[in-house]
């Protein structure tokens, strides 16, 4: 068999000699440095990046928020253009979402799932990698569109033909992040080039493929974790001792399988529309508009719990470990979580209330709308359960967690309002509407997921963050987060409207305006701290003990950083919240007699995933500039399908290899309770 | 003892392979994107049930566009591969390596014959006058129908490379058997699919005079 490894067991993975894959190339199993972050296929590693990169976009989504909030300041500003504002706030959106959120989740999952189900890698390591570099590739397509803006603005451009006939010249996506058709769209007849008139330029094409390609990685990543976590548990991990944090990444990825195909034949059918001259939303050709807005909220309002459930996941981690109490009734938050999976796709049309679907539909998605808030209500109470009458330590983790509480509780309650049809068709458009997915997303979603961060970081890095900047960092998030979108709920109610560049003086929305831009300063400024004192720590940090929180789950049973084999000898469960049972309760953590000097597996590295991701890439980059004109992007494009098939192709070829790694035998339980817990 | 070092192998929780479950997994996506693509069209046939007219100004109904025999033809093709496929499937896990490339080799020809008809079909439906430009029907038809034939087209890809590999001898055992079966899967999910749009997007059009969805002109007598 070509499959088999062939080497004795290696104590490091440099000691192996240099091996060749099926197809005869030399496998990068010994690379280090720069070359190993590039073909590594360890979860742990993978997840880190992820992080990285997430981390980077959320600063980026944060400036073009302040940039926003900037030219809010003051009533009939000129910090930016009308044209600049409309691409601000739609990459703001788009960025937040689809390279901030997602990604630092996936970093969670990446990291957590198979440390918390005793797995030693996720089920297929490469297509995880596939995964990363494909989110990269969507990334940089996404921002390459402010490439191109800069370079008209600063007139690169203007001797190339395809410039000249340029109609528009946003560069940059400025739909909104989701792109109504048929502004997005297309009007009239196509012409012969099969290109008919369009409302926008160019980012449009580059939001489509971008979105596109991202999907494609969150697709992949997700058919991954659901194997993990169904196929790969650890002897004993039933179902139902899952780690809730584990439990909401299979929800969430449920999600995205389900809810992402509508989003791309959304996304197809309007790419036709813009490049081939079809005529799915061209209103001039009898194309419906709304189906647009169907199939993208179809995606769209599953895509909110994919944003919030893994949030939910950690604080779900979190308050546990800090009021020294088991989660309040396990199987309910889970189910719940389950629930509100299968509800979020009954629920998208009250996105569409004011289009006019009629009395029943109506009717029908406010209900639904208001059964949703049942099980998240239901979380909401549980949790209020775990910490109740808990010895709770106020860590920099559970300060965030319990905002993420508060802040979630208050997006809710305006949730809830938008809920009923009639008052939401007065709050549609308005700034209400923005306060309340803030309350969600910033006050729910970020405060859960900076709460993670620094609640796993030092399993990630060994290293524990300054807890004094922490709190500090915190506070001025929590504070300028309710000074930034606080005072938006009035401003809406007042009649301000979205996604408008400037407001005239007069309207009384001045004083408040000017609140919510030093709120959002504050803000960016506390998110900013905090993620310095993260990158700070990796670097430079305290070197912690491996169980500094003492925590509940698997992970912290094993050291810090988590070796490439996570676990010397796989281990046997018998209880949920195995770690601590295995501390202060009866059920001790049992452990398989494998690894030691027979080894464990380890999957090769490799650059295919990579070379796969590149080819995306260039179609990228190719399909806007074929909509730009640009001579010769369709072969562009046609390369680009030759890359992304060729680096398929290799890596089935190439043989999924591997090799065995030596475990030390010492470790094979985990270290005694007296020396890790540095608390009670 | 290799064979179980090997992660994809090791034993699973469920039992059920890794590779198994993962196109088990793509298929349940798969078929919210055709779900999508099929309710797209079904729309716009219900909204615009006379058909479209082309570039001269002539309306045409769909029933009179179509070629029912040929699809007929090309339908009962792609039924018969995925029988062809289950003998591969079959012999791949018996280890007959030669009934495996017999029957294998059957269901790409057959994909390809299926491919053929559509190619024929869709320059036909050109001449005809409908273009994806010109209605809302030519749209939702091409990219509908063009998404289901790319399948088709991976699909054969992937079968010839398959193919090729068996004489490689490296395509055998388990892991060989798992990789035809997972194969197999796609085949028939792809085959189950042309039996719904076939249903929904050609046979349809045949009930009663003016089909399924009329013609919006009064019911000729």
Same mark, same amino acid.
């Given at each position: 068999?070509?499959?088999?490894?062939?080497?004795?067991?290696?104590?490091?993975?440099?000691?192996?000699?240099?091996?060749?894959?099926?197809?005869?190339?030399?496998?990068?199993?010994?690379?280090?440095?720069?070359?190993?972050?590039?073909?590594?296929?360890?979860?742990?590693?993978?997840?880190?990046?992820?992080?990285?990169?997430?981390?980077?976009?959320?600063?980026?989504?944060?400036?073009?928020?302040?940039?926003?909030?900037?030219?809010?300041?003051?009533?009939?500003?000129?910090?930016?253009?009308?044209?600049?504002?409309?691409?601000?706030?739609?990459?703001?959106?788009?960025?937040?979402?689809?390279?901030?959120?997602?990604?630092?989740?996936?970093?969670?999952?990446?990291?957590?799932?198979?440390?918390?189900?005793?797995?030693?890698?996720?089920?297929?390591?490469?297509?995880?990698?596939?995964?990363?570099?494909?989110?990269?590739?969507?990334?940089?397509?996404?921002?390459?569109?402010?490439?191109?803006?800069?370079?008209?603005?600063?007139?690169?451009?203007?001797?190339?033909?395809?410039?000249?006939?340029?109609?528009?010249?946003?560069?940059?996506?400025?739909?909104?992040?989701?792109?109504?058709?048929?502004?997005?769209?297309?009007?009239?007849?196509?012409?012969?080039?099969?290109?008919?008139?369009?409302?926008?330029?160019?980012?449009?094409?580059?939001?489509?493929?971008?979105?596109?390609?991202?999907?494609?990685?969150?697709?992949?990543?997700?058919?991954?974790?659901?194997?993990?976590?169904?196929?790969?548990?650890?002897?004993?991990?039933?179902?139902?001792?899952?780690?809730?944090?584990?439990?909401?990444?299979?929800?969430?990825?449920?999600?995205?399988?389900?809810?992402?195909?509508?989003?791309?034949?959304?996304?197809?059918?309007?790419?036709?529309?813009?490049?081939?001259?079809?005529?799915?939303?061209?209103?001039?050709?009898?194309?419906?508009?709304?189906?647009?807005?169907?199939?993208?909220?179809?995606?769209?309002?599953?895509?909110?719990?994919?944003?919030?459930?893994?949030?939910?996941?950690?604080?779900?981690?979190?308050?546990?470990?800090?009021?020294?109490?088991?989660?309040?009734?396990?199987?309910?938050?889970?189910?719940?979580?389950?629930?509100?999976?299968?509800?979020?796709?009954?629920?998208?049309?009250?996105?569409?209330?004011?289009?006019?679907?009629?009395?029943?539909?109506?009717?029908?998605?406010?209900?639904?709308?208001?059964?949703?808030?049942?099980?998240?209500?239901?979380?909401?109470?549980?949790?209020?359960?775990?910490?109740?009458?808990?010895?709770?330590?106020?860590?920099?983790?559970?300060?965030?967690?319990?905002?993420?509480?508060?802040?979630?509780?208050?997006?809710?309650?305006?949730?809830?309002?938008?809920?009923?049809?009639?008052?939401?068709?007065?709050?549609?458009?308005?700034?209400?509407?923005?306060?309340?997915?803030?309350?969600?997303?910033?006050?729910?979603?970020?405060?859960?997921?900076?709460?993670?961060?620094?609640?796993?970081?030092?399993?990630?890095?060994?290293?524990?963050?300054?807890?004094?900047?922490?709190?500090?960092?915190?506070?001025?998030?929590?504070?300028?987060?309710?000074?930034?979108?606080?005072?938006?709920?009035?401003?809406?109610?007042?009649?301000?409207?979205?996604?408008?560049?400037?407001?005239?003086?007069?309207?009384?929305?001045?004083?408040?305006?000017?609140?919510?831009?030093?709120?959002?300063?504050?803000?960016?400024?506390?998110?900013?701290?905090?993620?310095?004192?993260?990158?700070?720590?990796?670097?430079?940090?305290?070197?912690?003990?491996?169980?500094?929180?003492?925590?509940?789950?698997?992970?912290?049973?094993?050291?810090?950083?988590?070796?490439?084999?996570?676990?010397?000898?796989?281990?046997?469960?018998?209880?949920?919240?195995?770690?601590?049972?295995?501390?202060?309760?009866?059920?001790?953590?049992?452990?398989?007699?494998?690894?030691?000097?027979?080894?464990?597996?380890?999957?090769?590295?490799?650059?295919?995933?990579?070379?796969?991701?590149?080819?995306?890439?260039?179609?990228?980059?190719?399909?806007?500039?074929?909509?730009?004109?640009?001579?010769?992007?369709?072969?562009?494009?046609?390369?680009?399908?030759?890359?992304?098939?060729?680096?398929?192709?290799?890596?089935?070829?190439?043989?999924?290899?591997?090799?065995?790694?030596?475990?030390?035998?010492?470790?094979?339980?985990?270290?005694?309770?007296?020396?890790?817990?540095?608390?009670? | 003892?290799?064979?179980?070092?090997?992660?994809?192998?090791?034993?699973?929780?469920?039992?059920?392979?890794?590779?198994?479950?993962?196109?088990?997994?793509?298929?349940?996506?798969?078929?919210?994107?055709?779900?999508?693509?099929?309710?797209?069209?079904?729309?716009?046939?219900?909204?615009?049930?006379?058909?479209?007219?082309?570039?001269?100004?002539?309306?045409?109904?769909?029933?009179?566009?179509?070629?029912?025999?040929?699809?007929?033809?090309?339908?009962?093709?792609?039924?018969?591969?995925?029988?062809?496929?289950?003998?591969?499937?079959?012999?791949?896990?018996?280890?007959?390596?030669?009934?495996?490339?017999?029957?294998?080799?059957?269901?790409?020809?057959?994909?390809?014959?299926?491919?053929?008809?559509?190619?024929?079909?869709?320059?036909?439906?050109?001449?005809?006058?409908?273009?994806?430009?010109?209605?809302?029907?030519?749209?939702? %038809? /091409?990219?509908? #129908? $063009?998404?289901? !034939?790319? =399948? @088709?087209?991976?699909?054969?890809?992937?079968?010839?490379? &398959? +193919? %090729? /590999?068996?004489? #490689? $001898?490296?395509? !055998?055992? =388990? @892991?060989?058997?798992?990789?035809?079966?997972?194969?197999? &899967? +796609?085949?028939?999910?792809?085959?189950?699919?042309?039996?719904?749009?076939?249903?929904?997007?050609?046979?349809?059009?045949?009930?009663?005079?003016?089909?399924?969805?009329?013609?919006?002109?009064?019911?000729?007598?």
């Amino acid at each position: 068999m070509s499959h088999d490894t062939h080497h004795a067991p290696v104590a490091s993975k440099l000691d192996l000699a240099p091996e060749r894959s099926d197809l005869g190339l030399l496998r990068p199993d010994r690379s280090t440095g720069l070359m190993d972050w590039l073909t590594t296929v360890d979860h742990k590693k993978i997840g880190i990046l992820y992080g990285a990169f997430a981390m980077f976009f959320f600063l980026l989504g944060g400036v073009e928020a302040l940039a926003i909030r900037t030219q809010l300041a003051r009533p009939d500003n000129d910090f930016v253009t009308a044209r600049m504002y409309n691409q601000l706030f739609t990459m703001h959106g788009t960025t937040m979402i689809f390279l901030g959120v997602m990604p630092l989740s996936a970093a969670f999952f990446n990291f957590l799932v198979p440390l918390q189900i005793g797995a030693r890698d996720v089920a297929f390591p490469r297509l995880n990698a596939f995964s990363l570099w494909t989110f990269v590739a969507g990334s940089f397509v996404l921002n390459a569109s402010w490439l191109f803006e800069f370079g008209h603005l600063a007139g690169w451009f203007k001797d190339f033909a395809w410039y000249k006939s340029l109609v528009y010249t946003d560069f940059a996506p400025a739909n909104g992040w989701f792109s109504y058709a048929p502004l997005s769209g297309t009007f009239g007849q196509a012409d012969a080039a099969l290109h008919a008139p369009r409302f926008t330029g160019v980012g449009t094409d580059f939001w489509i493929i971008g979105i596109q390609i991202l999907g494609v990685a969150s697709l992949a990543a997700s058919f991954n974790f659901i194997c993990t976590i169904v196929n790969m548990r650890a002897k004993g991990m039933t179902m139902m001792r899952l780690p809730v944090f584990t439990w909401m990444t299979l929800v969430t990825s449920f999600l995205i399988i389900l809810a992402f195909p509508a989003i791309t034949v959304a996304l197809i059918q309007l790419m036709f529309d813009r490049q081939f001259g079809a005529n799915f939303f061209n209103p001039s050709a009898g194309g419906q508009p709304i189906l647009w807005q169907h199939l993208f909220w179809i995606f769209g309002h599953p895509e909110v719990y994919i944003l919030v459930l893994p949030a939910m996941g950690i604080v779900s981690e979190i308050l546990p470990t800090f009021s020294g109490k088991s989660l309040f009734g396990y199987p309910i938050i889970v189910f719940s979580g389950a629930v509100i999976g299968f509800l979020g796709f009954a629920v998208w049309s009250h996105h569409m209330f004011t289009t006019g679907l009629g009395a029943v539909p109506t009717a029908a998605f406010a209900l639904l709308t208001m059964a949703i808030a049942v099980p998240t209500g239901v979380k909401i109470f549980n949790w209020l359960g775990t910490i109740w009458g808990g010895r709770i330590r106020f860590t920099p983790p559970m300060v965030l967690a319990l905002g993420f509480i508060w802040m979630f509780m208050c997006g809710g309650f305006s949730g809830v309002m938008h809920s009923s049809a009639p008052a939401d068709s007065q709050q549609q458009d308005s700034y209400f509407v923005i306060a309340h997915f803030h309350y969600v997303l910033l006050g729910g979603v970020l405060l859960g997921l900076m709460a993670g961060l620094y609640f796993w970081f030092p399993k990630i890095f060994g290293r524990m963050p300054k807890a004094s900047v922490a709190y500090v960092a915190s506070g001025m998030v929590i504070l300028g987060f309710n000074l930034a979108f606080g005072p938006m709920h009035y401003l809406g109610l007042a009649g301000m409207p979205r996604r408008t560049h400037t407001y005239h003086a007069g309207n009384g929305w001045e004083t408040w305006n000017f609140v919510a831009t030093i709120g959002a300063f504050i803000l960016g400024i506390g998110v900013f701290l905090a993620f310095a004192n993260l990158v700070w720590t990796a670097f430079k940090g305290e070197k912690c003990a491996s169980d500094p929180w003492d925590g509940r789950t698997l992970e912290w049973s094993l050291p810090s950083p988590v070796p490439e084999y996570n676990f010397a000898r796989s281990p046997i469960i018998s209880a949920r919240d195995a770690y601590i049972e295995h501390k202060h309760g009866g059920h001790k953590i049992g452990y398989e007699n494998d690894g030691g000097e027979a080894g464990v597996h380890m999957p090769s590295q490799s650059w295919m995933p990579m070379l796969a991701s590149f080819g995306f890439l260039i179609i990228g980059m190719g399909m806007p500039m074929m909509a730009m004109s640009v001579p010769h992007a369709g072969w562009m494009v046609i390369a680009g399908v030759g890359i992304l098939f060729t680096g398929i192709w290799l890596w089935a070829l190439e043989g999924p290899g591997g090799y065995m790694l030596k475990t030390p035998t010492g470790s094979a339980s985990p270290s005694p309770v007296s020396a890790t817990t540095s608390t009670h | 003892m290799s064979q179980v070092a090997e992660s994809s192998h090791a034993p699973t929780s469920t039992g059920i392979d890794h590779k198994k479950l993962i196109m088990w997994l793509f298929l349940a996506s798969d078929c919210m994107f055709f779900g999508t693509l099929i309710s797209t069209h079904l729309i716009y046939r219900k909204l615009y049930p006379t058909g479209f007219t082309d570039a001269e100004g002539h309306q045409h109904f769909v029933q009179r566009l179509f070629d029912i025999e040929l699809t007929s033809f090309s339908t009962f093709i792609l039924l018969m591969s995925s029988f062809l496929m289950a003998l591969a499937v079959s012999a791949m896990h018996k280890g007959q390596i030669k009934s495996f490339r017999r029957n294998v080799l059957g269901v790409i020809i057959f994909g390809l014959i299926f491919l053929g008809c559509q190619v024929y079909e869709f320059t036909h439906f050109y001449h005809m006058g409908l273009t994806i430009q010109n209605s809302v029907f030519g749209s939702t %038809f /091409y990219v509908l #129908t $063009g998404t289901h !034939g790319t =399948h @088709v087209a991976i699909g054969v890809l992937w079968l010839i490379l &398959l +193919y %090729f /590999y068996s004489f #490689t $001898g490296k395509l !055998g055992g =388990h @892991v060989g058997a798992l990789d035809v079966e997972v194969a197999g &899967l +796609y085949w028939h999910f792809v085959d189950i699919v042309w039996i719904i749009i076939f249903t929904v997007v050609y046979l349809i059009e045949y009930l009663g005079p003016n089909g399924f969805w009329g013609t919006g002109l009064p019911i000729a007598k």
